[in-house]
Structures are given as structure tokens and as C-alpha cells.
């Protein structure tokens, strides 16, 4: 298995009023956090997936941007699948700042070849800290031009097509998947 790590950090961030991506929580701003987390992954490509050119973005890091018109994380989930070389793509969210190294390896020990794994949260898919296999793409293509291109549908038609499986979390795992959306998400942060 050889593995593209992906931070998402293409939200427009409207119900935080600015970039979430540049919060700083424990001392560092959240951008920089994910990508110190994907790091200890040694992913064999290591990216960004934006809207935009972040001003914040390292340059020497790789950015895939979305194709316009946006359909929002789809569209740049699919940038980044049909970009890739490797045989799965592991994306995180830069609004999850719970996320641990320790827990992305553990993810990265359920793939398999052709198959990749979404959490699940109760009913909810955890579909931005998830790994795909590059198999996906054709799939993702199909999910965007589609009625419903959300990121929950595209994961349920990966397990129908055998290209995901999904865990339940256990209650430690969840917080992990805290999102912070607003700045009471943020107060409610424990890094």
C-alpha cells in the first residue's frame, strides 16, 4: 500500500467569520497542526486541497485545487483522486484538531488493496477523515455530476461497489472527530 496524505482545507468557513484554518489552538494554528499530524505518517505524497492558493500554504507543499464551479468537498476530493499516484489517499480536514498520528495509523492498517475505510459515527459517515483507494475516482467523477454529489453518498457508493468499508467508532475514538465550525467548537477543543 502506498499512501497520499491530504489536508482539506478548502471551506469557506462563513459560521466562523474567517479562515478556521488559521486558529490557533495550543499554540499553533490549525493548519500547521494537521499537517504536523499528517506528517507522522511519512505519507508517500503529502498535499492540500483548497478552493483557492491558501496564503498560508508552505510552498514547498503540493496544492490541488478545485475545478470550478465547486461542488464543495466532492470536487475537491475528486482533484485530489485523480491526481494521485499512489494506491490510497488518506484526507483530513483541518477543522478536526482533535486528530491524532496514533489514530491515522490505525485507519491506514484497515485498508486493503482496492478497498479503502470510512468511520462511522452512529448514522454519520466520517468521510473527511477517511482513506480512499484510487479506485474511487471513477466513482467520484460519477458522485459530482450527479444529483446528489455529498460526500456521504459517495462513501455508501463505495461500500455498495466493494471500494470501502466502514468501522463503527468506539466512544474513546469520537472525540478525535470534534469539528469546529464556530467559535464555541473551538472552546470546546481539549488539545
Known amino acids: 500500500m502506498t499512501l ?3 489536508l482539506f482545507a478548502g471551506g469557506l468557513s462563513p459560521r466562523m467569520g474567517v479562515d478556521k484554518a488559521t486558529h490557533t489552538i495550543a499554540g499553533e494554528q ?10 507522522g505518517l511519512q505519507p508517500d505524497a503529502f498535499w492540500i486541497s483548497a478552493r483557492t492558493m491558501p496564503a498560508w500554504c508552505p510552498p514547498e507543499i503540493k496544492t490541488v485545487l478545485d475545478e ?5 468537498p466532492m470536487s475537491g476530493l475528486r482533484a485530489a483522486l485523480q491526481s494521485m499516484r499512489t494506491s490510497h489517499l488518506l484526507t483530513l480536514a483541518v477543522d478536526l484538531p482533535q486528530m491524532s498520528t496514533i489514530h491515522l495509523l ?11 475505510v470510512v468511520r462511522r459515527n452512529g448514522d ?4 473527511l477523515c477517511a482513506i480512499y483507494p484510487v479506485e474511487a475516482a471513477v466513482i467520484a467523477e460519477s458522485t459530482l455530476v450527479g444529483t446528489d454529489a455529498s460526500l456521504q453518498n459517495f462513501a455508501r457508493l463505495l461500500m455498495q461497489h466493494g471500494c470501502a468499508q ?7 475514538e469520537k472525540p478525535l472527530y470534534h469539528n469546529v465550525n464556530t467559535p464555541a467548537d ?6
Open 4 to 6: 497520499t496524505a491530504v
Open 30 to 39: 490549525l493548519w500547521a497542526r494537521q499537517l504536523r499530524v499528517l506528517n
Open 68 to 72: 470550478p464551479p465547486s461542488r464543495g
Open 106 to 116: 490505525k485507519l491506514k492498517s484497515l485498508a486493503r488493496p482496492g478497498c479503502g
Open 124 to 127: 454519520f459517515l466520517e468521510v
Open 166 to 172: 466502514t468501522c463503527p467508532l468506539d466512544e474513546t
Open 186 to 191: 473551538m472552546k470546546k477543543t481539549t488539545c
